[in-house]
Protein backbone atom coordinates (compact mmCIF):
# COMPACT_ATOMS: atom_id res chain seq x y z
CA UNK A 1 0.00 0.00 0.00
CA UNK A 2 1.47 3.51 -1.36
CA UNK A 3 2.04 5.86 2.03
CA UNK A 4 -0.31 8.97 1.73
CA UNK A 5 1.29 12.05 1.01
CA UNK A 6 0.93 14.07 3.86
CA UNK A 7 1.17 17.62 3.29
CA UNK A 8 -2.08 17.31 1.19
CA UNK A 9 -4.60 19.67 1.67
CA UNK A 10 -7.17 18.49 0.93
CA UNK A 11 -9.85 16.31 2.47
CA UNK A 12 -11.22 13.15 1.69
CA UNK A 13 -14.65 14.87 1.25
CA UNK A 14 -13.81 17.56 -1.03
CA UNK A 15 -11.81 14.83 -3.32
CA UNK A 16 -14.67 12.50 -3.60
CA UNK A 17 -16.84 15.92 -4.25
CA UNK A 18 -14.48 16.24 -6.93
CA UNK A 19 -14.56 12.94 -8.30
CA UNK A 20 -18.79 13.15 -8.54
CA UNK A 21 -18.00 16.82 -9.96
CA UNK A 22 -15.95 15.01 -13.02
CA UNK A 23 -18.38 12.15 -13.71
CA UNK A 24 -20.27 12.43 -17.60
CA UNK A 25 -23.45 13.81 -16.72
CA UNK A 26 -26.16 11.50 -18.21
CA UNK A 27 -23.58 9.09 -19.71
CA UNK A 28 -23.38 5.64 -18.42
CA UNK A 29 -19.82 4.21 -17.32
CA UNK A 30 -18.46 0.67 -17.35
CA UNK A 31 -16.28 0.20 -14.11
CA UNK A 32 -13.09 0.21 -16.32
CA UNK A 33 -13.92 4.26 -16.91
CA UNK A 34 -14.50 4.88 -13.80
CA UNK A 35 -11.89 2.92 -12.26
CA UNK A 36 -9.73 5.13 -14.21
CA UNK A 37 -10.94 8.31 -12.99
CA UNK A 38 -9.81 6.80 -9.24
CA UNK A 39 -6.66 5.97 -10.09
CA UNK A 40 -5.91 9.56 -10.69
CA UNK A 41 -6.10 9.84 -6.83
CA UNK A 42 -3.74 7.32 -5.39
CA UNK A 43 -4.14 3.95 -4.30
CA UNK A 44 -5.81 4.36 -1.01
CA UNK A 45 -8.22 7.05 -2.11
CA UNK A 46 -9.15 4.40 -5.13
CA UNK A 47 -10.06 1.74 -1.82
CA UNK A 48 -11.78 4.10 0.16
CA UNK A 49 -14.22 5.04 -2.78
CA UNK A 50 -14.97 1.26 -3.82
CA UNK A 51 -15.60 0.52 0.02
CA UNK A 52 -18.13 3.33 0.55
CA UNK A 53 -19.74 2.83 -2.60
CA UNK A 54 -20.06 -1.03 -1.46
CA UNK A 55 -22.63 0.33 1.46
CA UNK A 56 -24.19 2.95 -0.13
CA UNK A 57 -25.16 2.01 -3.36
CA UNK A 58 -24.25 -1.93 -4.16
CA UNK A 59 -25.22 -3.80 -0.99
CA UNK A 60 -26.86 -6.54 -2.41
CA UNK A 61 -26.22 -10.09 -1.67
CA UNK A 62 -23.76 -11.38 -4.41
CA UNK A 63 -22.80 -7.93 -5.99
CA UNK A 64 -20.36 -7.45 -3.81
CA UNK A 65 -18.36 -8.94 -5.57
CA UNK A 66 -18.08 -5.95 -8.32
CA UNK A 67 -16.16 -4.28 -5.57
CA UNK A 68 -14.31 -6.76 -3.37
CA UNK A 69 -12.81 -8.27 -5.80
CA UNK A 70 -11.34 -5.16 -6.92
CA UNK A 71 -9.93 -4.41 -3.92
CA UNK A 72 -8.17 -7.81 -3.67
CA UNK A 73 -6.82 -7.30 -6.99
CA UNK A 74 -5.71 -3.83 -5.85
CA UNK A 75 -4.29 -4.68 -2.87
CA UNK A 76 -1.98 -7.43 -4.77
CA UNK A 77 -0.28 -5.37 -7.18
CA UNK A 78 0.04 -2.82 -4.87
CA UNK A 79 2.05 -5.77 -2.70
CA UNK A 80 4.60 -6.63 -6.05
CA UNK A 81 4.82 -2.55 -6.97
CA UNK A 82 2.80 -2.40 -9.95
CA UNK A 83 2.11 1.92 -10.57
CA UNK A 84 -1.24 1.89 -11.95
CA UNK A 85 -3.80 -0.87 -11.64
CA UNK A 86 -4.81 -3.31 -14.03
CA UNK A 87 -7.97 -4.88 -14.13
CA UNK A 88 -9.83 -8.34 -15.90
CA UNK A 89 -12.14 -7.16 -18.88
CA UNK A 90 -14.93 -9.20 -17.12
CA UNK A 91 -15.23 -6.22 -14.40
CA UNK A 92 -13.84 -3.38 -16.29
CA UNK A 93 -16.71 -3.88 -19.06
CA UNK A 94 -19.44 -4.30 -16.63
CA UNK A 95 -21.46 -1.23 -16.89
CA UNK A 96 -22.78 1.34 -13.75
CA UNK A 97 -25.88 4.04 -14.33
CA UNK A 98 -24.22 7.39 -14.38
CA UNK A 99 -27.42 8.73 -12.07
CA UNK A 100 -26.75 5.96 -9.46
CA UNK A 101 -23.24 6.33 -9.18
CA UNK A 102 -23.14 10.55 -8.53
CA UNK A 103 -26.12 9.89 -6.10
CA UNK A 104 -24.06 7.21 -4.29
CA UNK A 105 -20.33 9.42 -4.77
CA UNK A 106 -23.08 12.59 -2.85
CA UNK A 107 -24.24 10.40 -0.24
CA UNK A 108 -20.42 9.47 0.29
CA UNK A 109 -19.26 12.68 0.46
CA UNK A 110 -21.85 13.87 2.62
CA UNK A 111 -21.23 10.42 5.33
CA UNK A 112 -17.69 11.43 5.09
CA UNK A 113 -18.21 15.22 6.00
CA UNK A 114 -19.42 14.06 8.89
CA UNK A 115 -16.75 11.56 10.12
CA UNK A 116 -14.20 14.33 8.98
CA UNK A 117 -14.78 16.22 12.44
CA UNK A 118 -13.42 13.58 14.36
CA UNK A 119 -10.55 12.87 12.49
CA UNK A 120 -7.03 14.67 12.93
CA UNK A 121 -3.48 13.28 13.10
CA UNK A 122 -2.69 11.40 16.16
CA UNK A 123 -0.38 8.16 16.91
CA UNK A 124 1.43 8.76 13.69
CA UNK A 125 3.13 6.08 14.30
CA UNK A 126 0.72 3.84 12.92
CA UNK A 127 0.74 5.68 9.84
CA UNK A 128 4.59 5.70 9.04
CA UNK A 129 5.54 4.60 5.89
CA UNK A 130 7.12 2.07 7.77
CA UNK A 131 4.30 -0.04 8.52
CA UNK A 132 2.19 0.29 5.41
CA UNK A 133 3.14 -2.97 4.45
CA UNK A 134 1.64 -4.36 7.24
CA UNK A 135 -1.71 -2.07 6.29
CA UNK A 136 -1.44 -3.55 2.88
CA UNK A 137 -2.07 -7.64 4.20
CA UNK A 138 -4.71 -6.16 6.56
CA UNK A 139 -6.45 -4.69 3.50
CA UNK A 140 -5.84 -7.52 1.60
CA UNK A 141 -7.85 -10.00 3.74
CA UNK A 142 -10.61 -6.90 4.36
CA UNK A 143 -10.97 -7.25 0.36
CA UNK A 144 -11.33 -10.73 0.45
CA UNK A 145 -14.09 -10.86 3.18
CA UNK A 146 -16.31 -7.55 0.83
CA UNK A 147 -15.61 -9.85 -2.14
CA UNK A 148 -17.46 -12.83 -0.28
CA UNK A 149 -21.13 -13.04 -1.36
CA UNK A 150 -22.39 -13.26 2.34
CA UNK A 151 -25.54 -11.07 2.68
CA UNK A 152 -24.44 -8.68 5.23
CA UNK A 153 -21.09 -10.28 6.77
CA UNK A 154 -19.63 -8.21 4.09
CA UNK A 155 -20.45 -4.75 6.31
CA UNK A 156 -17.92 -5.30 8.73
CA UNK A 157 -15.31 -5.60 6.14
CA UNK A 158 -16.11 -3.06 4.76
CA UNK A 159 -16.59 -0.32 6.92
CA UNK A 160 -13.07 -2.09 8.27
CA UNK A 161 -11.75 -0.60 4.86
CA UNK A 162 -13.36 2.65 4.84
CA UNK A 163 -11.54 3.18 8.36
CA UNK A 164 -7.92 1.78 6.80
CA UNK A 165 -7.77 4.38 4.28
CA UNK A 166 -9.21 7.21 6.05
CA UNK A 167 -6.85 6.88 8.91
CA UNK A 168 -3.68 6.76 6.34
CA UNK A 169 -5.29 9.53 4.08
CA UNK A 170 -5.83 11.78 7.46
CA UNK A 171 -2.77 10.11 9.48
CA UNK A 172 -5.24 9.44 12.04
CA UNK A 173 -3.88 6.47 14.03
CA UNK A 174 -7.05 5.90 15.91
CA UNK A 175 -8.92 5.11 12.70
CA UNK A 176 -6.30 2.10 11.44
CA UNK A 177 -6.37 1.00 15.12
CA UNK A 178 -10.59 1.12 14.03
CA UNK A 179 -9.81 -0.99 10.83
CA UNK A 180 -7.79 -3.51 12.70
CA UNK A 181 -10.69 -4.00 15.22
CA UNK A 182 -12.96 -4.35 12.64
CA UNK A 183 -11.12 -7.26 10.85
CA UNK A 184 -10.41 -8.94 13.54
CA UNK A 185 -14.41 -8.95 14.08
CA UNK A 186 -14.82 -9.78 10.91
CA UNK A 187 -12.52 -13.06 10.75
CA UNK A 188 -13.67 -14.37 13.98
CA UNK A 189 -17.67 -13.63 12.25
CA UNK A 190 -16.67 -15.58 9.38
CA UNK A 191 -14.78 -18.23 11.31
CA UNK A 192 -18.30 -18.97 13.08
CA UNK A 193 -20.24 -19.06 10.05
CA UNK A 194 -17.92 -21.29 8.65
CA UNK A 195 -17.48 -23.89 11.90
CA UNK A 196 -21.06 -23.69 12.18
CA UNK A 197 -21.69 -24.89 8.45
CA UNK A 198 -19.13 -27.89 8.25
CA UNK A 199 -20.53 -28.74 11.96
CA UNK A 200 -23.96 -28.62 10.12
CA UNK A 201 -23.07 -30.25 6.58
CA UNK A 202 -20.62 -32.62 7.93
Not at 66 to 93: D, T, Y
Not at 133 to 146: K, Q, R, T
Not at 163 to 181: E, K, N, P, S
Request: one cysteine or more.
Amino acid sequence: MTAPRHNRPDTVSSLIRHLEETLPEDQDMTIGQFLGLLGVHGFVFFLLVLSMLNVIIFMVPGLSILFGVPMVILVVQMLLGINAPIFPAVICERQIRSTVLQKGLLHAAMAVEKVERFIRPRMLILTNANVIWLHSLIALLLGFMVALPVPLLNLPPTFGMMCLCMGLMQRDGVFVIAAYTLAAWSFWLYQSIGTAAHSLFW
